[in-house]
């Protein structure tokens, strides 16, 4: 079992930055990845960023060259930096983690933080 706790979300005007943070605990061993979804109202959850243990990364579309995903291995901790950020980038924005023990994978996901991006 990982547990995931988030925090760094809020309200940004158009053009702000915001830094998302998302620590693991438990089973931190078994984690081969971990990234940053999105939902907003009305849409499915969508993925946003990730990393892979091995340190490469992964990005939305919509997002290459505006956030930036970085990890603590130490900390067990995952950032998301948002810079330039546009009113479509409102939503809820949820950490994952995806663990590997023997054959068997699983994903576990934070409680969600709010970004709000104003016009």
């Known amino acids: 079992q990982v547990q995931l706790v988030e925090s760094g979300g809020g309200l940004v005007q158009a053009g702000g930055s915001l830094r998302l943070s998302c620590a693991a605990s438990g089973s931190t061993f078994s984690i081969t990845a971990m990234g940053w979804y999105r939902q907003a109202p009305g849409k499915q959850r969508e993925l946003v960023a990730v990393?892979?243990?091995?340190?490469?990364?992964n990005y939305a579309n919509s997002v290459k060259g505006r956030f930036t995903i970085s990890r603590d291995n130490t900390k067990f901790t995952v950032y998301l930096q948002m810079n330039s950020l546009k009113p479509e980038d409102t939503a809820v924005y949820y950490c994952?983690?995806?663990?590997?023990?023997?054959?068997?994978?699983?994903?576990?996901w934070g409680q969600g933080t709010q970004v709000t991006v104003s016009s």
């Open positions: 990393i892979w243990r091995g340190g490469s990364t």
């Open positions: 994952n983690t995806e663990t590997t023990v023997g054959s068997s994978t699983n994903n576990y």
